[in-house]
């Protein structure tokens, strides 16, 4: 059963129970109520009218003989004073009840019967009296006619109003479950679509109660996680697979000419010059192969390291870079121009200095022939800012995002000629993740690139913070 019928039959219950029921009582209290009153007034008239024959007994002598007399004067003096709710009152000799009510009732008792005739209802209570010898009998009637009548309008007043609400909030209950529960198969039907596989669908809600709305909120957001994960996974599948086809590719054209200046030595009868050019060939694809194994170990190793933190003089690496960079300088025609400054940072040096290494040796790489790559820092306060810039054929806009992915080039050809894997960046990459920065690309197309990163500056605090 639906979640919405089941509130709809629960709160229908529940609303039929308690107006019938608090109805029921209501009503039924009022009714006997009412009827309690009315007889209790009868039997305060009988006990008046009982207390007033005995005292006009005492005044007045009458014997058998002089019934006429005590008619006359008795019953007429005392039905004066009765209550309007009598309707009729008699006082009788015990001889003159043709019923035989009384002829059993004991003396000062009271007896009390309704007598129905049709729609005639009629209360009659009486007693017995002695005066010396004489029995009579004293009788007040009261009509409950018009009681029973406006007894049973209320009666049927109750049930037709029980009626009405039951229909009234039923239906009221039916639109009102509807709309509570119509948030909760949006959820459903949106869940369903979700389980086909059209991750990331929302739904809109626009009542059903705070919690309702929050349940929604949350249902959204869960959705949207789902499929930004999903999405997510899908791209690091997408690089996992461009990984190991550029990684393939890579090694393909080495081991081919491996293979195949390998074969022509075995092969071939060569002169000494054809046979040192092979065995050359061979060597130099060998040396590329390490050098990519090597790059690709130092990016694994790096991405597992937790790297010790240190003081690191920014003056030192930049000697360091002047030292290792001079034969580049020569074999690239491009100068190199360092401005470090003197300030200290909090870095791991080995990781900070292959870092730097890495950017200028690309940079180089970019730049025409007699151009100038710089290397310089900018104080930011409790942060160093190091760039490196160069003026070479830049980088357009939509390689950007991909350039630290291992083995991407924006121009393979430049890239192959200039003995670069594409593994370089990506390594760079991984070192600023561990000193908690980015790195930060600015280029323009044949107007040159401008890579830079944030390191902390060396205190006290930095040092004990780590």
């Known amino acids: 059963m639906k979640l919405s019928w089941k509130f709809f039959f629960i709160a229908y219950i529940m609303v039929l129970l308690s107006t ?73 000799p015990l001889s003159y009840d043709k019923s035989g009510r009384y002829n059993n009732l004991e003396y000062d008792d009271t007896m009390m019967v309704f007598i129905e005739d049709g ?22 009637e009261s009509d409950f006619s018009s009681l029973v009548k406006s007894n049973e309008k209320i009666w049927t007043q109750y049930r037709i109003t029980v009626l009405l609400v039951a229909v009234l909030c039923g239906g009221l209950l039916f639109v009102f479950a509807k709309k509570l529960t119509k948030p ?35 249902f959204n957001t869960m959705s949207t996680v789902v499929a930004d994960s999903l999405q997510a996974i899908q791209k690091e599948c997408d690089r996992r697979d461009t990984f190991v086809a550029d990684f393939t590719h890579e090694i393909k054209t080495p081991v081919t000419s491996i293979i195949g200046y390998a074969d022509m030595l075995s092969t071939y009868d060569l002169s000494d010059e054809e046979h040192m050019a092979a065995a050359q060939a061979v060597y130099r ?23 010790a933190f240190d003081c690191v003089s920014l003056e030192s690496v930049e000697k360091s870079v002047r030292d ?36 200028v040796d690309n ?44 083995f991407y080039r924006e121009d ?10 594409g593994i370089g960046l990506a390594l760079c990459k ?10 930060f690309v600015e280029s323009e197309a044949h107007k040159g690139t401008s890579v830079s990163f944030m390191l902390r500056k060396y205190t006290e605090e930095a040092a004990k913070d780590e």
Not at 57 to 72: A, N, P
Not at 122 to 133: P, T
Not at 285 to 307: A, D, F, H
Not at 373 to 398: A, M, P, Q
Request: charged share 25%; with cysteine; aromatic share 6%.
């Open 20 to 92: 019938g029921l608090g109805g029921f009582f209501l009503v039924k209290s009022t009714t006997d109520t009412l009827w309690d009153e009315g007889v209790q007034r009868c039997k305060a008239s009988h006990a008046y009218a009982v207390n007033s024959f005995y005292s006009l007994s005492d005044v007045l002598t009458l014997g058998e003989s002089d019934y006429v007399l005590l008619s006359s004067a008795m019953e007429s003096q005392i039905a004066r004073s009765l209550d309007s709710s009598v309707s009729e009152f008699d006082i009788l």
């Open 119 to 140: 729609e005639s209802c009629v209360l009659e209570i009486g007693s017995k009296a002695q005066v010396k010898e004489n029995v009579y009998i004293i009788r007040c």
């Open 184 to 218: 909760l198969s949006k959820m459903s039907d949106t869940a369903k679509e979700i389980a086909r596989g059209n991750y990331g669908l929302c739904i809109e809600v626009n009542g059903g109660g705070e919690e309702i709305r929050t349940l929604s909120e949350n």
């Open 285 to 307: 694809e060998g040396k590329r192969l390490e050098k990519l194994s090597m790059q690709l170990l130092e990016l694994i190793v790096t991405s597992k390291e937790s790297p």
């Open 324 to 359: 290792v960079m001079l034969f580049s300088e020569e074999k690239y025609g491009v100068s190199l121009l360092v401005d470090l400054g003197k300030e200290y940072v909090f870095a791991s040096s080995p990781m900070l200095l292959s870092l730097i290494y890495n950017l």
């Open 363 to 406: 940079a180089f790489k970019a730049s025409p022939v007699n151009s100038q790559v710089r290397l310089y820092s900018e104080n930011l306060g409790d942060k160093i800012k190091i760039t490196v810039s160069d003026k070479g054929h830049g980088i357009g806009k939509e390689h950007i995002e991909h350039i630290t992915e291992p």
């Open 412 to 421: 393979k050809s430049r890239s192959r000629k200039g003995g670069g894997a």
């Open 430 to 439: 991984e070192i600023c993740r561990l000193h908690e920065t980015e790195l």
